[in-house]
């Protein structure tokens, strides 16, 4: 089955600098890519999504690119805000499929 | 997301106890999914539902059974809890008929210690 790895599991920044966090995925038929948020106490929000026919989408402070050669993907927030601060988390799967594969999280903390 | 609601939020029990987790959705979505959260450990699908007649197991099922009451409704049992059981659990759903069938849509999270 798919496999994703998420990096790093934490990432502290100060604010107004960019965070960049990294996943890996193991198949290569996966073809959608989304991204969740989740706030201490909350479910998780999907903040982004890429599908494989794309290689990047933006959408205000928050981007996604997709490497679907070495099997990545990534997530970009520019100019963070303290309340960017949660967890984040990637996973992969089929859009003709069921299962989202999740990464492991990555906290960030943005610093004032 | 307030179109989907777990209960209860959080729950002490004891080894051995049965307990139910419940989701509702008012989103009208078909599909409805249950997930567990471990600390370090992501996300891990216990069970899912693409309509009422149709309920697979996902990737950690053992201990757990579920029971799709209706399309708005998908509750998860744990018929003898026991402590490892202790963990964060999700709803989510998501709607095939869409334009977006891959997108998923979770509840608020049900806190479970299993004492």
């Known amino acids: 089955g798919e496999n994703v790895e998420q990096h790093p599991s934490t990432l502290s920044v100060q604010e107004g600098d960019s965070a960049v966090i990294k996943c890996t995925y193991s198949?290569?038929?996966?073809?959608?890519f989304p991204w969740y948020k989740q706030e201490l106490g909350k479910g998780p929000q999907l903040i982004i999504d890429?599908?494989?026919?794309?290689g990047e989408k933006k959408d205000q402070r928050i981007a996604v690119t997709l490497n679907k050669t070495a099997k990545h993907f990534s997530l970009h927030i520019t100019e963070t805000q303290p309340e960017d601060s949660a967890v984040y988390f990637c996973?992969?799967?089929?859009?003709?499929?069921?299962?989202?594969?999740f990464g492991k999280g990555t906290s960030l903390l943005v610093t004032p | 997301d307030a179109d989907v609601t777990q209960t209860p939020r959080n729950r002490i029990t004891k080894t051995g106890k049965r307990i139910m987790l419940e989701c509702s959705q008012t989103k009208g979505h078909d599909r409805m999914y249950w997930y567990r959260q471990d600390p370090g450990l992501g996300l891990r699908l216990i069970y899912y539902?693409?309509?009422?007649?149709?309920?697979n197991k996902g990737e950690i099922s053992d201990g757990y059974s579920v029971s799709r009451q209706a399309q708005a409704k998908f509750s998860l049992s744990l018929e003898s809890a026991i402590p490892n059981q202790t963990a964060l659990y999700f709803c989510?759903?998501?709607?095939?008929?869409?334009?977006?069938?891959?997108?998923?849509?979770f509840g608020p999270g049900t806190r479970l210690l299993v004492l």
């Open positions: 198949d290569s038929a996966s073809n959608y």
């Open positions: 539902s693409f309509d009422v007649k149709d309920i």
């Open positions: 989510a759903t998501s709607d095939f008929a869409s334009g977006r069938r891959e997108t998923q849509y």
């Open positions: 996973a992969g799967s089929l859009i003709s499929g069921y299962a989202l594969n």
């Open positions: 890429i599908r494989s026919n794309v």
